[in-house]
T-cell receptor, first 114, second 110 residues
Framework: GAGVSQSPRYKVAKRGQDVALRCDPISGHVSLFWYQQALGQGPEFLTYFQNEAQLDKSGLPSDRFFAERPEGSVSTLKIQRTQQEDSAVYLC????????????FGPGTRLTVT | QKEVEQNSGPLSVPEGAIASLNCTYS??????FFWYRQYSGKSPELIMS????GDKEDGRFTAQLNKASQYVSLLIRDSQPSDSATYLCAVNDNDYKLSFGAGTTVTVRA
């Protein structure tokens, strides 16, 4: 497809479970971002990749959150030992160039931790 | 992250009217400014970008930037029911990162 895709679209996890969220970027887009969006709030930055290099992970809330993009294309955000406060929409965004702010978002994964 | 504040909504306007959305930001060094539209249950969609002081028009949308006042706005002319959404202001935080406001929800009454 032409846009950013994410899977799964919805995920329900029991507290303590591990989850993995996938992002398929627009082909050729160098930059990839993960954001967390709570209800009624704007997206909050989690981490940034330029190709396969993770250049910034300052927004990851705890060491339970881990992201990778091993071949510079698909990215996975992993959350270990999920907690209720992890419930949110996780958005992936990509841009064609490094340092380009015109970011294109995927549909998001809504994570609910029960 | 830098602060980005938007006027609290919701904003309700009649069809055909102008909707005016405001955003202020804390970092005087910010250079790039964006408006995203987010329909309920959907992801943000980029609708406007502005980089220099003044106005930028794109169809029914006009973005206005005043760096001295650290203020950026979005005007939606001839508002349509399909414009009903949450509008997010975003400002560059550094060389690659965006900081988003909490959004203003607009409802256009038919």
């Amino acid at each position: 497809g032409a846009g950013v895709s994410q899977s799964p679209r919805y995920k329900v996890a029991k507290r303590g479970q591990d989850v993995a969220l996938r992002c398929d970027p627009i082909s050729g887009h160098v930059s990839l971002f993960w954001y967390q969006q709570a209800l009624g709030q704007g997206p909050e930055f989690l981490t940034y990749f330029q190709n396969e290099a993770q250049l910034d992970k300052s927004g990851l809330p705890s060491d339970r959150f881990f992201a990778e993009r091993p071949e510079g294309s698909v990215s996975t955000l992993k959350i270990q030992r999920t907690q209720q406060e992890d419930s949110a929409v996780y958005l992936c965004a990509t841009s064609i160039l490094p340092g380009s702010y015109e970011q294109y978002f995927g549909p998001g994964t809504r994570l609910t931790v029960t | 992250q830098k602060e980005v504040e938007q006027n609290s909504g919701p904003l309700s306007v009649p069809e055909g009217a102008i909707a005016s959305l405001n955003c202020t930001y804390s970092d005087r060094g910010s250079q790039s400014f964006f408006w995203y539209r987010q329909y309920s249950g959907k992801s943000p969609e980029l609708i406007m970008s502005i980089y220099s002081n003044g106005d930028k028009e794109d169809g029914r949308f006009t973005a206005q930037l005043n760096k001295a006042s650290q203020y950026v706005s979005l005007l939606i002319r001839d508002s349509q029911p399909s414009d009903s959404a949450t509008y997010l202001c975003a400002v560059n935080d550094n060389d690659y990162k965006l900081s988003f406001g909490a959004g203003t929800t607009v409802t256009v009454r038919a």
